[in-house]
């Protein structure tokens, strides 16, 4: 193999970034892991970080991340099992990450669910490669790039063919950072579900103090499978957050998934969904609840294979203060996709001056035998609505509150699993209080 890393390609903001990648791609570890590390280092090296007005990164500024300092750290971190937050459901399974290291001393899995570290899979599922090994140009890709220069920490979510798990799983990727040492954290993780099967997952990102957390998701789902996928994103206020999740779905495969996003001054969360043969549904949606100088991006690409498929993206806001949300969608129906139903619409809602929504949805149609649409908007609370509830005696403050409820709650009619819907609704409520 060539050396992991040629030191006339990097520059020098991207030097520091990829220091401990060199010492981690040294580390012995299963050949497609090693070449998959030499392979993000390089392109990362390459490509360094989005510019200014560079395709996909116009509305997102990276400042609050290529200004700060956050340095991988390997090493186990030390932590007190008090902070880590109660189990959102009772009756749930959960495993829990911190630092994206797995951690088996305090997780228990579903029965009929193998759930193993990334590296001791890597050594004992085969066929794994084939959904951790990133499709696609990662010079296109920086943040996906890096994540593979450092893969290493993570786990993997295994669900037999027709195995139909009952019980939902917690995962909870719990991150702690300090003054002193702000991590940059690298989790690949793997949701991998066999023919017929099903799961519903709740996955929590929570932490405190300063640090960078670059997760890498993917989700294979078999023929027939069906996964439900509820995400919450509560990153601490100190935090960057940035995921990208790879979904290749196979005939007759179910996903749906919801995201909660709230915490983080940076956050980006990007998903790549191939329905890659016939029958098949793909749901993204989300709520985003954004304050003073928060920045929250999401990108989702859908890409059509094969006909008879259907796809959502509906994600509703709420941004206050200066901050500023982001969307840019896009729907891709190839020729061989007739019949396909597709349909994407973001709405925020702005409740200041200096709040800001910028949108860009796209729908790029081959086939001529479909049904797609698409709609962006933002607005202010309606005059008009306030002034009837006060009317009513309904002090300014509740009447607010009573009217973003209204307009989120038609994003969370969408989420089938009333006990996810239910966390969602008391996160808003809690949120509204502050």
């Known amino acids: 193999m060539k050396p992991f890393l040629q030191q006339e390609a990097v520059d020098e903001t991207t030097l520091p970034w990829l220091e401990d990648a060199q010492k981690l791609g040294e580390q012995p570890a299963a050949d497609w892991v090693r070449a998959l590390r030499h392979t993000g280092a390089e392109a990362f090296s390459h490509a360094g970080f989005p510019q200014p007005g560079r395709e996909g990164w116009q509305y997102t500024s990276l400042r609050p991340l290529t200004q700060a300092r956050f340095h991988y750290a390997p090493e186990p971190v030390k932590f007190d099992v008090k902070v880590l937050p109660p189990q959102l459901l009772q009756d749930s399974a959960r495993i829990v990450l911190v630092n994206g290291q797995y951690q088996p001393d305090l997780s228990a899995a579903p029965q009929g669910v193998t759930v193993m570290s990334l590296m001791d899979a890597s050594v004992q599922i085969e066929g794994l490669e084939e959904h951790l090994v990133t499709v696609g140009d990662l010079a296109a890709a920086p943040f996906k790039a890096l994540n593979a220069a450092y893969m290493h920490d993570g786990a993997v979510v ?17 991150n702690i950072g300090s003054a002193a040492e702000s991590p940059a954290i690298h989790p690949r993780c793997l949701y991998w579900l ?38 919450l994103e509560e990153e ?4 960057c957050h940035f995921s990208y999740t790879a979904l290749q779905q196979q005939k007759d495969s179910s996903f749906e998934g919801f995201n909660y996003a ?7 969360q990007e998903y790549q969904n191939l329905l890659i043969d016939s029958g098949i549904s793909c749901r993204v949606s989300g709520v985003y609840l954004l304050k003073d100088q928060q920045c929250h991006d999401f990108t989702v690409l859908t890409d059509h294979f094969e006909p008879d498929g259907k796809s959502v993206q509906h994600f509703k806001g709420v941004v206050d ?18 019949k396909t139903d597709g349909n994407q619409l973001n709405h925020a809602l702005l409740l200041s001056e200096k709040a800001e929504a910028s949108f860009k949805p796209e729908l790029e149609i ?60 008391e996160r ?7």
Not at 158 to 174: G, R
Not at 200 to 222: K, Q, S
Request: hydrophobic residues 45%.
């Open 236 to 239: 601490s206020a100190a935090a």
């Open 321 to 338: 203060d200066q901050a500023r949300s982001v969307f840019q969608g896009k729907i891709h129906v190839r020729r061989a996709a007739q």
């Open 366 to 425: 081959y086939a001529d035998d479909v049904k797609c649409s698409h709609g962006a908007a933002s607005g202010q609370l309606d005059d008009d609505a306030l002034f009837y509830l006060q009317s009513r005696g309904i002090p300014l403050a509740q009447a607010k509150s009573l009217l973003i409820e209204s307009f989120l709650n038609a994003a969370l009619a969408e989420v089938s699993f009333a006990p996810a819907r239910e966390v969602y609704e």
């Open 194 to 231: 066999g023919k017929n099967s099903g799961l519903t997952v709740i996955e929590r990102h929570a932490g405190m103090g300063a640090y960078f957390t670059n997760i890498y998701t993917g989700i294979a789902l078999e023929p027939a499978a069906r996964l439900k996928l509820y995400k």
């Open 428 to 434: 808003i409520r809690a949120w509204l209080r502050h």
């Open 262 to 268: 709230a915490g983080g001054k940076l956050v980006r």
């Open 158 to 174: 295994a669900v037999k063919d027709d195995a139909d798990i009952a019980q939902p799983l917690e995962v909870l990727f719990y």
